[in-house]
Nanobody
Framework: DVQLQASGGGSVQAGESLRLSCTASGFTFDSYAISWFRQAPGKEREGVSRIRGSNGRTNYADSVKGRFTISSDNAKNTVYLEMRSLKPEDTAVYYC?????????WGQGTQVTVSS
């Protein structure tokens, strides 16, 4: 079974950093792209960043460019989201996502709270 396990969230002050992890199992990790999404209270879920397993190419939402870095460790089947210079508007539940053969898989989410 495909499983995605997100971790690393927490409560920080504005300007601080956090690193999220998404550990995956049940599929060939380096054959697919893994994405991070987030959902703030009362808002729709939005894409944050994506990394392609085949070539390591990355994409970022404009709101996080220059502050967030996505990376992967194929040996550990883990994707990381390094978040720097956090802002209160980054407060959300962060989810990792896999789309494989037309099916969506989601991790359980990890809460990030940034206070001013």
């Amino acid at each position: 079974d495909v499983q995605l396990q997100a971790s690393g969230g927490g409560s920080v002050q504005a300007g601080e950093s956090l690193r999220l992890s998404c550990t995956a199992s049940g599929f060939t990790f380096d054959s697919y792209a893994i994405s991070w999404f987030r959902q703030a209270p009362g808002k729709e879920r939005e894409g944050v960043s994506r990394i392609r397993g085949s070539n390591g190419r990355t994409n970022y939402a404009d709101s996080v460019k220059g502050r967030f870095t996505i990376s992967s460790d194929n040996a550990k089947n883990t994707v990381y989201l390094e978040m720097r210079s956090l802002k209160p508007e980054d407060t959300a539940v962060y989810y990792c996502n896999l789309v494989m053969r037309g099916s969506d898989y989601w991790g359980q989410g990890t809460q990030v709270t940034v206070s001013s």
